[in-house]
């Protein structure tokens, strides 16, 4: 299996359909995505066009019903769980819409958690440091705003240093300026590290802010473009 240089994960004709009893339902139908290095890809679509479930594929939760997915010339999707495992611990940093942190740990020790867990991790330190949490290293989930405990998602999925960072409607479960704030750290974090990040959303604004936009419909790539130049925050109509 061969993959240019630039492309750091491939799908070909990648589908999967849910079986529920006697019914199936098809929920991604034939997608062929190259996600490039170095690149900040918005995958857009309305709810149920089956994000969350392109996503996990790509992440290795979830596997596809039929498809190839190539990454580092090894197709992932024959994969085994402990293989899929291995993958995930390696190469993915997830950020969920809902933080997902250790209500009991402080933020520096939510970060620790994934740096246990990695072969060359980051210092949490230096994490919380660049997404501006230095200073609330020692506070608790609950001692912390909703955005600050996104930036902690964040730093904990950075820690890692993933070759991908998956972010599933990481703005969804904010308000307006904090969203604002959330997509400037990713956006610096892209920009200082070089970290391939992928978004999923179904606001539009976001999309302006990527190197690459993806539109899915109903499980189909409905259209691509290139940002010829990313647009900055402040330049965006909210």
């Known amino acids: 299996m061969i993959e240019s240089e630039n492309v750091e994960i491939c799908l070909s004709g990648v589908e999967k359909t849910f079986v529920m009893g006697e ?42 019903s039929a498809g190839e997915i190539c990454f580092d010339n090894s197709d992932i999707a024959k994969f085994n769980g402990g293989q899929l495992t291995a993958y995930r611990r390696k190469n993915i940093g997830f950020v969920f819409q809902f933080y997902n942190l250790v209500p009991t740990l402080t933020a520096k020790e939510n970060v620790e958690v994934a740096t246990e867990i990695a072969d060359d991790p980051m210092n949490p330190d230096e994490a919380l440091e660049l997404v501006g949490l230095s200073d609330r290293k020692e506070h608790f989930p609950a001692q912390m705003s909703g955005g600050q405990q996104q930036r902690v998602s964040i730093a904990r999925a950075l820690a890692k240093k993933p070759r991908l960072m998956l972010c599933d409607e990481p703005t969804g479960a904010l308000d307006a300026k904090t969203g604002q704030q959330v997509l400037q750290t990713l956006l610096d974090l892209n920009k200082r590290l070089g970290t391939t990040i992928i978004i999923i959303t179904h606001a539009t604004p976001i999309a302006k802010l990527a190197h690459r936009v993806i539109h899915l419909n109903s499980g189909v790539i409905a259209g691509s473009e290139k940002n010829i130049k990313q647009a900055k925050i402040e330049e965006i109509d909210w």
């Open 23 to 64: 019914v199936q339902v098809p929920v991604l139908r034939g997608v062929d995505l190259e996600i490039f290095r170095r690149e900040i890809t918005v995958i857009l679509g309305a709810s149920g066009s089956g994000k969350s479930t392109l996503l996990n594929i790509i992440g290795g939760i979830d596997k596809p």
